[in-house]
Structure formats: structure tokens, C-alpha cells
């Protein structure tokens, strides 16, 4: 079970903000984050739980091992504002996901 | 640059088998892990399992006995058939070309970097 905090996130843009996923399970590194808009299919932001996807700008970074991972998005821009989810590939099947923390402005 | 379009019907009665096609262009499914995964409000994202070029299936335990997944190379196409459903299969249904790394045949790694825009399917009367 992978478990996501906060599940709301209010912030300003400009502001630095931490996302937390924690496992039930050691995970060593593998561990995936997706950013989610509203009517779009998620987008691969971090794999390997700390190696940005191709086209992800460095404010965001992936960190953690073991049980407890976190994505950091520094200097938020109004792009940024989504659902944010985790995704284990662990021990499965079956693939997990985590019930997303909602970022949004204040 | 790889793209994937799911169709198939929105809307299906309970107890039927729904069924969704993945068009896949800008590519070839050969050599490649095709995947579907479902997204609820009830659930949330729900991985259904993943089909290779090849034949490979792995499906999540929790479908298992209701789901097929198949590839037909000659149309470049990935299929679900889901079988005996109900309103709790009610979800926007995504395919995705996972990245899988395997390592003397054991998959290592598996996350999703290219997805489709999916479809909604809603099982009701």
C-alpha cells in the first residue's frame, strides 16, 4: 500500500513544496511519480524515484528509498498545479499506485 | 513520436464483456510491454495488467479470471476484453507503453512514460 501526504497541498507559486509516499513494503528505488491535469492522461515526472523523465524541468527531484520517498517542486510556476501521484514497481503484480496528493493554489 | 488512441463502446450493460481498442501510430508494437490501466473516483488509478508483442500477459490478481489482453501486430493494435461486468468497472480505461527493464527475463523496472488519452466507459442499464 503506498500512502500519500497530504492529500491537499495549498501553496503560491514561487514556493518550494514537498510531496510524501510512504510504503507498507521496502521499495529499494522503485518508485515513479506522475503529475495529472483534469481530462489528461498522467505524465511520467520521476522514475527510479529520484531520475527526472525526458523534458522535466530540474525544479522538480525525486528522493527517498526504502518506505518513504518524496517529490520536491521548487520555485512553483502555475503549470505545476495538479494531482500528483506515486507508483510502485516493487513487488507486484499488481503495479500500485497511491491516491494522489492534489496540489493546488492559494 | 509514439501515439495511442483507445475506442470502444462508452457505454455497456452489466454482465456483458467490454471490450477497447489501442491504436497505436508512430511506432510498432514489436519488441515492446503494452498496458492498461483504469482510473475511478471510487479506486483511483488501477493497473489492469500489461500485454508484450510477443504474447506475455500479467494481469492484476484482482481481474484475472474476467480479463484478456491480446496484441494484433498486423493492425498495430492492443485489445482488453473484460468480461461479467459491473458498475464498479465503470472508469476511464488509458493504454500505455510502459518502459520495462528485465533482466534475465524478470522485469526490474516497469513505469509508464507514453499513455493515451483514454476512454470513458461507464456499465450501467
Same mark, same amino acid.
Given at each position: 500500500v503506498l500512502t500519500q501526504?497530504?492529500?491537499?497541498?495549498s501553496a503560491s507559486p514561487g514556493e518550494t513544496v514537498t510531496l510524501s509516499c510512504r510504503s507498507d513494503l521496502h521499495l529499494g528505488s522503485d518508485l515513479?511519480?506522475?503529475q495529472q491535469k483534469p481530462g489528461q492522461a498522467p505524465r511520467l515526472v520521476i522514475h527510479s524515484a529520484a531520475t527526472r523523465a525526458?523534458?522535466?524541468p530540474t525544479r522538480f527531484s525525486g528522493s527517498g528509498?526504502?518506505?518513504?520517498?518524496?517529490l520536491t517542486i521548487t520555485s512553483l510556476q502555475s503549470d505545476d498545479f495538479a494531482i500528483y501521484y506515486c507508483q510502485q514497481y516493487k513487488k507486484w503484480p499488481p503495479i500500485t499506485f497511491g491516491q494522489g496528493t492534489r496540489l493546488e493554489i492559494k | 513520436q509514439v501515439q495511442l488512441q483507445e475506442s470502444g463502446p462508452g457505454l455497456v450493460k452489466p454482465s456483458d464483456t467490454l471490450s477497447l481498442t489501442c491504436s497505436v501510430s508512430g511506432g510498432s508494437l514489436s519488441g515492446f510491454y503494452w498496458s492498461w490501466v483504469r482510473q475511478s473516483p471510487?479506486?483511483?488509478?488501477?493497473w489492469i495488467g500489461f500485454v508484450h508483442s510477443k504474447g506475455r500477459t500479467n494481469y492484476n490478481?484482482?481481474?484475472?479470471?474476467?480479463? @484478456?489482453?491480446?496484441?494484433?501486430?498486423s493492425k498495430n493494435e492492443i485489445s482488453l476484453r473484460l468480461s461479467s461486468v459491473t458498475a464498479a468497472d465503470t472508469a476511464v480505461y488509458f493504454c500505455a507503453r510502459p518502459t520495462v527493464l528485465t533482466i534475465f527475463g524478470v @522485469?526490474?523496472?516497469?513505469?509508464i512514460d507514453v499513455w493515451g488519452r483514454g476512454t470513458l466507459v461507464t456499465v450501467s442499464s
Amino acid at each position: 500500500v503506498l500512502t500519500q501526504s497530504p492529500a491537499t497541498l495549498s501553496a503560491s507559486p514561487g514556493e518550494t513544496v514537498t510531496l510524501s509516499c510512504r510504503s507498507d513494503l521496502h521499495l529499494g528505488s522503485d518508485l515513479a511519480w506522475y503529475q495529472q491535469k483534469p481530462g489528461q492522461a498522467p505524465r511520467l515526472v520521476i522514475h527510479s524515484a529520484a531520475t527526472r523523465a525526458t523534458g522535466v524541468p530540474t525544479r522538480f527531484s525525486g528522493s527517498g528509498s526504502g518506505t518513504d520517498f518524496s517529490l520536491t517542486i521548487t520555485s512553483l510556476q502555475s503549470d505545476d498545479f495538479a494531482i500528483y501521484y506515486c507508483q510502485q514497481y516493487k513487488k507486484w503484480p499488481p503495479i500500485t499506485f497511491g491516491q494522489g496528493t492534489r496540489l493546488e493554489i492559494k | 513520436q509514439v501515439q495511442l488512441q483507445e475506442s470502444g463502446p462508452g457505454l455497456v450493460k452489466p454482465s456483458d464483456t467490454l471490450s477497447l481498442t489501442c491504436s497505436v501510430s508512430g511506432g510498432s508494437l514489436s519488441g515492446f510491454y503494452w498496458s492498461w490501466v483504469r482510473q475511478s473516483p471510487v479506486k483511483g488509478l488501477e493497473w489492469i495488467g500489461f500485454v508484450h508483442s510477443k504474447g506475455r500477459t500479467n494481469y492484476n490478481p484482482s481481474l484475472r479470471s474476467r480479463l @484478456i489482453l491480446s496484441v494484433d501486430s498486423s493492425k498495430n493494435e492492443i485489445s482488453l476484453r473484460l468480461s461479467s461486468v459491473t458498475a464498479a468497472d465503470t472508469a476511464v480505461y488509458f493504454c500505455a507503453r510502459p518502459t520495462v527493464l528485465t533482466i534475465f527475463g524478470v @522485469i526490474e523496472k516497469y513505469f509508464i512514460d507514453v499513455w493515451g488519452r483514454g476512454t470513458l466507459v461507464t456499465v450501467s442499464s
